[in-house]
C-alpha cells in the first residue's frame, strides 16, 4: 500500500492542458510581475469569497506580515493569537517587534478558545487573529464581541480555511481583513507559494498593495517601508485555472470526512474531528484525536499510509519563544492536542478503496473501546 497525505500530481491530471495553457500564456505575454493574469486572480478571489478587495502576495506567512503592516503593528504591541497554529501566525507577530501572546485552545476542538481571549488583553494588545484551523472557523461572534469591546482589530488567519462558513458568512470576512495561503496542500494550491489578503476595506487594501512592494504606489516614491511580498503572474495564472475546481474538491473532501466519521465511529477510543453547528468546515485536514497516537501512527507508516501530527509543539513551547516567559505546563488543552492528535489522508482525489483502507488500520490499531 502507498497512501500519501496528497497526491498533487494526480489532483492536477485533469486540468493539466489548462495549467499548461496558463503556463503559455504568461510566457509568450512576456509580463511575469504584476498585470492581468493577477488582477484577472485577485477579482476572482474576491468574488469567491465575497470580499470587497482582495491583494495577491507571495505567501500566506507574508500576507499576514503585510496585513499586520498595514494595520500598523508596532514594536512593543501586544497581538493575540491561539497557541495551536502553524508557526508563520506568531512568527509574523513577532518580526514587526510585536509580541505575540497566546492562548489556549477549546478542549473539545482545535480552535481559540475565546472565552479566554478576555484574560488575555492588556493596555498594549492591539489586535486578535484567530486561525480557522483544519478548515474549520473560530467562533466568529465570540471573538469579534471581546475585540469589540477592548478595541481590538481582528486578522483571519485563514490560511486552510478557503470556503469554510460560518453562519453562511465566508472565513476572511469577518474582521479588518483576513489571509490565505496558496501554498500546494492547502485547499486551493498554486504551484509553489502564493498567498492573499481579503478585506472590505479600500484603504487598508490600498496600502497593502504599496507595501507590497516596498511602500511604494510610484517607482521610486517610497511611503512606507514595505518589501517585496508580490505575487507572481505565473501563480495567478494558476489559481485562477484551479479556483473554479475549488468547490468540486471541497465536496470530495467533506464526502472523505463523512466516510471516515462512520466508518470510525464503531471505536470509542477515537475522537473524530467535529463539524460544528452553523459551520462549514473545508477539511484542510481530517484531524482525529487518538490514544498511543504514536504507536497508531508508526502501525500506518508500516502499512505505508502517510499520516501527519498537526502540531507536535505548540507555539508557546517552541525555543525561539522562550523568552516570552511561558511554562511547559501553561495551555494544557494545546500540550493534549499535541499529543493526541493525528492528521489521515482526506485530499479530494482519494479512493473509496484508499479510504476504506485507512480507515481499517485505524480501527484495527486502536481498537474497539
Ligand atoms: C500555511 C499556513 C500559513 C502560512 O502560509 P504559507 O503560504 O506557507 O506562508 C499561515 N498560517 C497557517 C495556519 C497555515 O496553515
Known amino acids: ?77 501586544e497581538v493575540i493569537t491561539s497557541t495551536y497554529s502553524f508557526f508563520a501566525t506568531a512568527g509574523a507577530i513577532a518580526r514587526l517587534g510585536a509580541r505575540p501572546v497566546f492562548v489556549d485552545i477549546e478542549p473539545a476542538g482545535f480552535n481559540i478558545a475565546a472565552e479566554l481571549i478576555e484574560g488575555a488583553c492588556s493596555p498594549r494588545t492591539v489586535g486578535v487573529i ?88 510610484k517607482r521610486y516614491a517610497h511611503d512606507d517601508i514595505g518589501g517585496n511580498f508580490r505575487l507572481d503572474a505565473l501563480q495567478a495564472a494558476f489559481l485562477s485555472v484551479k479556483l473554479p475546481h475549488l468547490e468540486g474538491w471541497e465536496k470530495k473532501r467533506r464526502a472523505n470526512a463523512a466516510f471516515y466519521d462512520s466508518a470510525l465511529s464503531p471505536s470509542s477510543l477515537i475522537t473524530a474531528p467535529k463539524e460544528l453547528e452553523d459551520r462549514r468546515h473545508v477539511f484542510n485536514q481530517y484531524v482525529l484525536r487518538v490514544p498511543r497516537r504514536d504507536d497508531v501512527l508508526a502501525t500506518l507508516r508500516e502499512k505505508g499510509i502517510a499520516t501527519a501530527v498537526y502540531y507536535p509543539v505548540p507555539l508557546h513551547r517552541q525555543p525561539c519563544f522562550e523568552a516570552l516567559g511561558y511554562r511547559p505546563q501553561d495551555l494544557p488543552q494545546s500540550a493534549r492536542a499535541s499529543a493526541q492528535a493525528l492528521a489521515i489522508p482526506v485530499e479530494p482525489g482519494l479512493t473509496e478503496q484508499q479510504r476504506g483502507a485507512v480507515a481499517s488500520a485505524v480501527l484495527e490499531e486502536v481498537g474497539p473501546s
Not at 53 to 70: C, F, P, Q, R
Not at 142 to 156: D, F, P
Request: aromatic share 6%; charged share 20%.
Open 130 to 217: 484567530p486561525v480557522h484551523l483544519f478548515g474549520q472557523c473560530a467562533d466568529m461572534d465570540a471573538v469579534s464581541t471581546v475585540a469589540e469591546k477592548h478595541g481590538l482589530w481582528v486578522l483571519e488567519d485563514a490560511a486552510q480555511a478557503i470556503g469554510a462558513t460560518y453562519k453562511g458568512k465566508a472565513a476572511g470576512t469577518f474582521g479588518a481583513a483576513g489571509i490565505f495561503s496558496f501554498f500546494p496542500a492547502k485547499n486551493l494550491g498554486a504551484l509553489g507559494d502564493a498567498g492573499a489578503v481579503v478585506t472590505g476595506d479600500g484603504a487598508l487594501a490600498e496600502k497593502m498593495r504599496s507595501l507590497r512592494q516596498h511602500g511604494g504606489k
Open 1 to 77: 500500500m502507498n497512501i500519501p497525505m496528497l497526491d498533487v500530481a494526480r489532483l492536477h491530471e485533469p486540468i493539466e492542458g489548462e495549467l499548461r495553457s496558463a503556463f503559455d500564456d504568461v510566457l509568450r505575454s512576456g509580463r511575469f510581475i504584476g498585470g492581468s493574469k493577477v488582477e484577472g486572480f485577485e477579482a476572482a478571489l474576491a468574488r469567491h469569497v465575497g470580499a470587497r478587495h482582495a491583494v495577491g502576495v507571495s505567501s500566506g506567512t507574508d500576507a499576514l506580515l503585510a496585513a499586520m503592516m498595514a494595520l500598523g503593528v508596532r514594536p512593543g504591541d
